[in-house]
């Protein structure tokens, strides 16, 4: 399969700026000093943008979709704190409900789809019983180990990113009103750091984190292996599905898809942790229109997260400490994403409520 990226682009639109400025009225003429609600209001103009609609309707179907995939730098170089087989191990936890994000999911109103892009594991043979809607656009068993070799052939880059363009459709063909993108993967943090490193222009040891909770000693054998894999991937900077090929990881490639999918449907996204913010990075060279359905959910203690939501320029809403992934750092943000949206929509003016304005 190929994915003609000219014609996803071309379907890119801004966001509409009509409701906007129907926002910003609407919020001066709330009973409330001018502005007293901070960022709220910010985030209020936002949504309408985003939906075309003031006041904004309620955010009723959030879908959150994490995308599981294994990359062979943690087996290869050991970067991880945690063995490999733990993702698929987390694919059954999230089918099972007892993940962090399935417990923010529950609290938020919001649901959540699994699907497994390239997890290293053959599910029959460990006896494990998954549903077909899960498994079924599988892309491949694990991404190579940058370092030394492509995460997939262009091929596999190509029907990895057109799967995520198409979940986007047929999430928002089933009536979801705002997309989060979940990551699972032990080793994601690697081919997050390198792509992050690559376009925001710094050196590995600056973007290279603690990922699951690494030691010193693990800390310098991914630095080195992000170096590498920079010095791999420099080349082809300018090709967005190249370095994704090069040197990015199927699920990241599907979740960059996603990522445009879903600003081609004029659909909102909240981003997440590190992986959804280098998938972004990818996504905005693709689209620069793109990024203005985006808002950064948290900022993750990952510095090729805050790396990313600098040059993004995206302001995240929460920073509690999160670096799980998933999803959860978006669902944390999303009751703030909620407020903004029910205030615009349900205050009394200033006139429906007989309160007087400020002097003019
Ligand atoms: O998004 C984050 O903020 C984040 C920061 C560190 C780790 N993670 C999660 O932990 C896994 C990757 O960490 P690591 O150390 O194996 O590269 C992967 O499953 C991510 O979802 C996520
Ligand atoms: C247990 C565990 C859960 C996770 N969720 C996202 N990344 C993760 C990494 C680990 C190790």
């Not at 789809?113 to 599910?123: G, Q, T, Y």
């Not at 054998?221 to 990881?249: I, S």
């Not at 490639?253 to 992986?275: E, F, I, K, Q």
Request: charged share 25%.
């Amino acid at each position: 399969m190929t994915v003609d990226l000219d014609a996803l682009v071309a379907r890119i639109d801004l966001p509409d700026d009509d409701a906007r400025a129907a926002a910003a009225e609407r919020q001066s003429r709330l009973t409330k000093p001018t502005g007293a609600l901070g960022r709220l209001e910010e985030l209020s103009l936002w949504l309408c943008a985003a939906q075309g609609v003031c006041p904004p309707r309620p955010l009723e179907r959030v879908r959150v979709i994490v995308l599981a995939g294994d990359h062979g730098i943690a087996r290869t170089a050991g970067t991880s704190a945690y063995p490999p087989e733990v993702t698929a191990q987390m694919v059954l936890n999230f089918l099972a409900g007892g993940a962090a994000v399935n417990v923010l999911a529950r609290q938020n109103g919001a649901t959540v789809r699994v699907v497994d892009v390239a997890v290293d594991v053959d599910w029959t043979e460990l006896g494990a019983s998954v549903p077909d809607d899960v498994v079924r656009d599988k892309v491949r068993r694990g991404s190579g180990s940058i370092d030394r070799e492509d995460a997939m052939t262009r091929e596999e880059a190509e029907a990895a990113f057109a799967l995520g363009v198409r979940i986007a459709d047929d999430e928002v063909d089933a009536g979801a009103d705002l997309l989060i993108p979940g990551d699972m993967g032990i080793g994601n943090t690697t081919p997050a750091a390198v792509i992050t490193g690559l376009y925001t222009n710094q050196d590995a040891a600056s973007v290279v984190g603690r990922g699951t909770g690494i030691d010193d000693a693990t800390w310098m054998r991914k630095t080195a292996a992000v170096r590498d894999a920079m010095r791999r991937g420099r080349a082809v900077k300018g090709d967005p599905m190249a370095l994704l090929t090069t040197v990015g990881g199927a699920d990241i490639a599907a979740m960059t898809g996603l990522l445009l999918g879903a600003a081609a449907r004029r659909t909102p996204v909240l981003l997440d942790g590190v992986v959804s913010c280098a998938a972004a990075l990818v996504a905005q060279r693709v689209s620069f229109r793109a990024r203005e359905w985006w808002l950064a959910g948290h900022r993750s203690t990952e510095p090729s997260a805050a790396a990313a939501l600098d040059r993004l320029r995206l302001e995240p809403i929460v920073d509690y400490g999160l670096r799980l992934g998933e999803g959860t750092g978006a669902l944390v943000a999303l009751p703030v994403l909620v407020a903004a949206g029910a205030t615009l929509r349900e205050m009394a003016t200033f006139d429906e409520a007989g309160v007087s304005d400020r002097e003019a």
